[in-house]
Protein backbone atom coordinates (compact mmCIF):
# COMPACT_ATOMS: atom_id res chain seq x y z
CA UNK A 1 0.00 0.00 0.00
CA UNK A 2 1.36 3.53 -1.30
CA UNK A 3 1.57 6.37 0.81
CA UNK A 4 -0.22 9.21 -1.56
CA UNK A 5 -0.15 12.72 -1.03
CA UNK A 6 -2.81 14.67 -2.62
CA UNK A 7 -2.61 18.42 -4.13
CA UNK A 8 -5.30 20.14 -5.40
CA UNK A 9 -6.71 23.68 -5.20
CA UNK A 10 -9.01 23.50 -1.91
CA UNK A 11 -11.43 26.42 -2.97
CA UNK A 12 -12.89 24.88 -6.35
CA UNK A 13 -11.92 20.99 -6.10
CA UNK A 14 -12.51 19.67 -2.85
CA UNK A 15 -15.17 18.18 -3.98
CA UNK A 16 -13.13 16.10 -6.46
CA UNK A 17 -10.70 15.21 -3.32
CA UNK A 18 -12.89 14.47 -1.44
CA UNK A 19 -14.67 11.78 -3.67
CA UNK A 20 -11.29 10.32 -4.79
CA UNK A 21 -10.32 9.79 -1.36
CA UNK A 22 -13.75 8.34 -0.63
CA UNK A 23 -14.01 5.94 -3.19
CA UNK A 24 -10.28 4.78 -3.37
CA UNK A 25 -8.99 5.83 -0.08
CA UNK A 26 -8.45 2.45 1.15
CA UNK A 27 -5.73 1.68 -2.06
CA UNK A 28 -3.20 4.02 -0.20
CA UNK A 29 -2.25 5.47 2.98
CA UNK A 30 -3.80 9.69 2.71
CA UNK A 31 -0.48 11.59 3.91
CA UNK A 32 -2.44 14.83 2.00
CA UNK A 33 -2.96 18.19 3.86
CA UNK A 34 -6.36 18.00 5.61
CA UNK A 35 -8.63 21.42 6.04
CA UNK A 36 -7.78 22.75 9.58
CA UNK A 37 -4.48 20.86 9.66
CA UNK A 38 -2.30 23.95 9.01
CA UNK A 39 -3.00 27.25 10.33
CA UNK A 40 -2.77 29.95 7.45
CA UNK A 41 -2.41 33.12 9.54
CA UNK A 42 1.43 31.72 10.12
CA UNK A 43 4.76 32.34 7.73
CA UNK A 44 4.93 31.40 4.38
CA UNK A 45 8.43 29.22 4.69
CA UNK A 46 6.73 27.97 8.29
CA UNK A 47 3.86 26.33 5.65
CA UNK A 48 6.20 25.09 3.36
CA UNK A 49 8.29 23.63 6.15
CA UNK A 50 4.78 21.75 7.45
CA UNK A 51 3.84 20.58 4.19
CA UNK A 52 7.33 19.44 3.53
CA UNK A 53 7.06 17.04 7.18
CA UNK A 54 7.16 13.38 7.39
CA UNK A 55 3.31 13.96 8.50
CA UNK A 56 2.88 14.95 5.05
CA UNK A 57 4.35 15.18 1.93
CA UNK A 58 8.44 13.80 3.00
CA UNK A 59 6.29 10.44 3.82
CA UNK A 60 4.67 10.13 0.79
CA UNK A 61 5.89 8.05 -2.65
CA UNK A 62 3.35 9.30 -4.50
CA UNK A 63 1.83 12.65 -5.42
CA UNK A 64 -1.27 12.94 -6.97
CA UNK A 65 -1.91 16.21 -8.39
CA UNK A 66 -5.83 17.10 -9.43
CA UNK A 67 -5.96 19.68 -11.79
CA UNK A 68 -8.81 21.73 -12.39
CA UNK A 69 -9.68 25.43 -13.92
CA UNK A 70 -7.36 26.97 -11.87
CA UNK A 71 -4.75 24.08 -10.27
CA UNK A 72 -2.08 25.97 -12.74
CA UNK A 73 -0.96 28.76 -10.49
CA UNK A 74 -1.60 28.08 -6.83
CA UNK A 75 1.52 28.50 -5.12
CA UNK A 76 0.84 25.86 -2.35
CA UNK A 77 -0.01 23.22 -5.64
CA UNK A 78 3.46 24.49 -6.60
CA UNK A 79 5.25 23.80 -3.59
CA UNK A 80 4.13 20.55 -3.21
CA UNK A 81 4.85 19.27 -6.18
CA UNK A 82 8.58 21.01 -5.55
CA UNK A 83 8.95 19.34 -2.47
CA UNK A 84 7.48 15.47 -4.18
CA UNK A 85 10.64 16.28 -6.70
CA UNK A 86 12.93 16.91 -3.85
CA UNK A 87 15.56 14.49 -3.02
CA UNK A 88 16.10 16.72 0.09
CA UNK A 89 12.43 16.79 1.41
CA UNK A 90 12.62 12.41 1.97
CA UNK A 91 12.97 11.10 -1.55
CA UNK A 92 11.56 11.65 -4.61
CA UNK A 93 8.19 11.02 -5.19
CA UNK A 94 6.44 9.42 -8.05
CA UNK A 95 4.48 11.83 -9.54
CA UNK A 96 0.81 11.89 -11.47
CA UNK A 97 -1.57 14.59 -12.59
CA UNK A 98 -5.42 13.67 -13.01
CA UNK A 99 -7.26 16.49 -15.22
CA UNK A 100 -10.67 16.96 -13.65
CA UNK A 101 -13.63 17.10 -15.13
CA UNK A 102 -14.17 21.24 -14.74
CA UNK A 103 -10.55 21.13 -16.59
CA UNK A 104 -11.04 22.54 -19.96
CA UNK A 105 -9.49 20.16 -22.78
CA UNK A 106 -8.84 20.88 -26.42
CA UNK A 107 -11.85 20.25 -28.52
CA UNK A 108 -9.30 17.19 -29.57
CA UNK A 109 -9.61 15.91 -26.14
CA UNK A 110 -5.62 16.96 -25.40
CA UNK A 111 -4.77 19.34 -22.63
CA UNK A 112 -2.22 22.39 -23.05
CA UNK A 113 0.66 22.26 -21.21
CA UNK A 114 0.04 25.85 -20.03
CA UNK A 115 -2.62 25.08 -18.32
CA UNK A 116 -1.19 22.87 -15.93
CA UNK A 117 0.98 23.79 -12.64
CA UNK A 118 4.55 24.19 -14.82
CA UNK A 119 6.40 21.96 -12.79
CA UNK A 120 4.07 19.13 -13.74
CA UNK A 121 4.32 19.66 -17.47
CA UNK A 122 8.15 19.99 -16.93
CA UNK A 123 7.91 16.26 -15.75
CA UNK A 124 5.27 15.20 -17.99
CA UNK A 125 7.36 16.28 -20.93
CA UNK A 126 10.93 14.84 -19.57
CA UNK A 127 8.18 11.06 -18.82
CA UNK A 128 9.14 11.33 -15.18
CA UNK A 129 5.23 12.28 -14.57
CA UNK A 130 2.17 11.16 -15.98
CA UNK A 131 -1.13 12.76 -16.93
CA UNK A 132 -4.35 11.04 -16.65
CA UNK A 133 -8.22 11.70 -17.24
CA UNK A 134 -10.50 11.30 -14.60
CA UNK A 135 -13.21 9.46 -15.99
CA UNK A 136 -10.54 7.36 -17.49
CA UNK A 137 -8.32 6.40 -14.44
CA UNK A 138 -10.80 6.70 -12.12
CA UNK A 139 -12.75 3.85 -14.03
CA UNK A 140 -12.13 1.21 -11.73
CA UNK A 141 -10.23 0.18 -8.69
CA UNK A 142 -7.41 -1.61 -11.00
CA UNK A 143 -7.16 1.64 -13.44
CA UNK A 144 -6.05 4.34 -10.31
CA UNK A 145 -3.78 0.76 -8.91
CA UNK A 146 -2.23 0.78 -12.01
CA UNK A 147 -1.17 4.53 -12.49
CA UNK A 148 -0.43 4.98 -8.82
CA UNK A 149 2.06 2.04 -8.52
CA UNK A 150 3.17 2.90 -12.68
CA UNK A 151 4.46 6.51 -11.21
CA UNK A 152 5.86 4.79 -7.86
CA UNK A 153 7.95 2.90 -10.28
CA UNK A 154 9.30 5.50 -12.07
CA UNK A 155 11.01 7.55 -8.78
CA UNK A 156 14.27 5.43 -9.40
CA UNK A 157 14.43 7.48 -13.21
CA UNK A 158 15.54 10.38 -11.02
CA UNK A 159 17.50 11.39 -14.05
CA UNK A 160 14.12 12.40 -15.55
CA UNK A 161 12.92 15.04 -12.60
CA UNK A 162 12.95 18.67 -14.10
CA UNK A 163 12.77 21.05 -10.66
CA UNK A 164 14.64 23.93 -11.51
CA UNK A 165 12.06 26.22 -11.74
CA UNK A 166 12.24 28.93 -8.75
CA UNK A 167 8.95 28.25 -6.31
CA UNK A 168 5.78 30.30 -6.88
CA UNK A 169 5.69 33.03 -4.38
CA UNK A 170 1.97 34.16 -5.24
CA UNK A 171 -1.40 32.72 -6.73
CA UNK A 172 -1.60 33.68 -9.88
CA UNK A 173 -5.25 32.18 -10.69
CA UNK A 174 -8.35 31.30 -8.51
CA UNK A 175 -9.24 33.69 -6.34
CA UNK A 176 -6.53 35.27 -3.77
Known amino acids: ?31 SVEFGDINTDVSTDYIKHLIQSDDFLADASVLIVLCGLNTWGRKHVDWEIAGALSSKVGGCSGVMGILLPSYQLLPNGNYQYENVPPRLADNIKTGYAEMHLWNTVCASFQSITNAIESVFNKRTQTNLITNSRLQMQRNTSGVI
Open 1 to 31: MRKVFISYYHNDDQAYKNWFVQNFGNLFINK
